[in-house]
């Protein structure tokens, strides 16, 4: 995640491409002597000398090779969710990055918008906060108007829908909103450009990918015993005697008979590695952790400590808050080659 400053603000929601300049030309002597002359803390927005922030940036960005000012705005975060049988499981480091520079390790990733929603913070800083603040605030409202709660679909369309009118203007957002409602757990991901997607399991940030690679594992661990490993050649011996080829009998039928009912029921088949519908939720806080885990240890923009929350029927429950990722390596150490031997070795 990058911590960045936006480099302006818009004081009311809707405000169109064309009204832009105009809104900024007559707020701007307001905001500013508002922020100079009140004894409180400011409750407007303190905006910049310039009718389009977006354009004032790409001016000093990347994009403009003859500026000698180069603003680049490195973003990196690692969050996850996935829904299985009892809720939704959202999991977020804690590092917050300006460029190379780790700016703070203890970054709430979470907005816990009501009690039966949460949103979570990848890409900048300030708009995520910000905008999931501001999905808050219409939530509630929601809630005020129509006498009940707000469904996650419904939450997570209005936030794509004002950040896509802002499309364009600089935001960097990338979050997920997760919740439970009459329809029960759900779990949609909102970027910056309005994409709007629902799935069981997602990950945002750059080190998303080595979560994904910890999350789509499935990889029963076999104890291949000796008898099983008679009976299993035995059963093949019996098809070529058979001379059964492929034409004759189709693979499913081979696959029966080599791993028939009574052999697999001798097999001790341990928990897979990865995502299913069906983890338990010991498996589920475990799995969570794992992958966040693994995403620190290969992704320098991610770091810090772990922050859990379950989604259940009942609202959110945080399960861990401001897990140390540090020790956390000692514990899975042996699932990362070469890192393992390492550790092992300077024990």
């Known amino acids: 995640m990058a911590l960045d400053l936006p480099m302006g603000g818009i004081p009311q929601l809707g405000v169109s491409r064309h009204s832009l300049s105009q809104t900024l030309a007559e707020n701007r002597d307001t905001f500013t002597a508002d922020a100079t002359l009140r004894d ?27 500026s000698n000012v180069k603003i680049r705005f490195a973003h990196g975060t690692t969050t996850l969710g996935f829904k299985f049988q009892h809720g939704v499981i959202i999991a977020v480091d804690s590092r917050a990055s300006a460029g190379s520079y780790i700016a703070s390790q203890t970054v709430k990733k979470v907005i816990e918008i009501n009690p039966y929603l949460l949103g979570t913070m990848a890409g900048g800083a300030a708009d995520c906060s910000y905008w999931e603040r501001v999905l808050a605030m219409e939530c509630r409202l929601f809630e ?56 069981n399991i997602f990950s945002v940030g750059s080190g998303s990918t080595y979560a994904y690679g910890v999350l789509d594992a499935w990889k029963p661990m076999v104890d291949i015993s000796s008898s099983w490993k008679n009976n299993l050649l035995n059963n093949f011996h019996a098809l070529w005697q058979w001379h059964i ?32 519908w069906d983890l338990s939720v010991k498996d589920a806080y475990e799995l969570a952790t794992r992958a966040i885990y693994h995403a620190t ?39 990362v080659q070469g890192a393992g031997t390492m550790a092992t070795e300077e024990d």
Not at 254 to 268: A, E, K, S
Not at 300 to 318: D, L
């Open 40 to 66: 409180g803390p400011s409750t407007t927005f303190s905006l910049p000398h310039t009718d389009d922030p977006a354009s004032f940036l790409h001016t000093y960005s990347d994009a403009n090779p003859s």
């Open 144 to 199: 005020l108007r129509n006498g009940e709660r707000i469904s996650v679909a419904a939450a997570s369309k209005i936030l794509a829908n004002i950040v896509y009118s802002y499309r364009g203007m600089g935001l960097s957002m990338g979050t997920m909103i997760c919740g439970w409602d009459k329809r029960g757990p759900g779990l949609y991901y909102v970027d910056s450009d309005g994409t709007r997607l629902t799935d």
């Open 245 to 276: 080829t492929p034409n004759i009998i189709n693979c499913y039928t081979c696959v029966h008979l080599l791993f028939g009912v009574g052999i697999r029921q001798t097999l001790p088949v341990m928990p897979h590695l990865g995502y299913c």
């Open 297 to 335: 240890f290969r992704d320098s923009y991610s770091g810090g400590h772990i922050n859990m929350y379950h989604m259940k029927e009942t609202g959110w429950e945080r399960i861990l808050t401001m897990e140390d990722v540090g020790p956390l390596h000692h514990k899975y150490a042996n699932s």
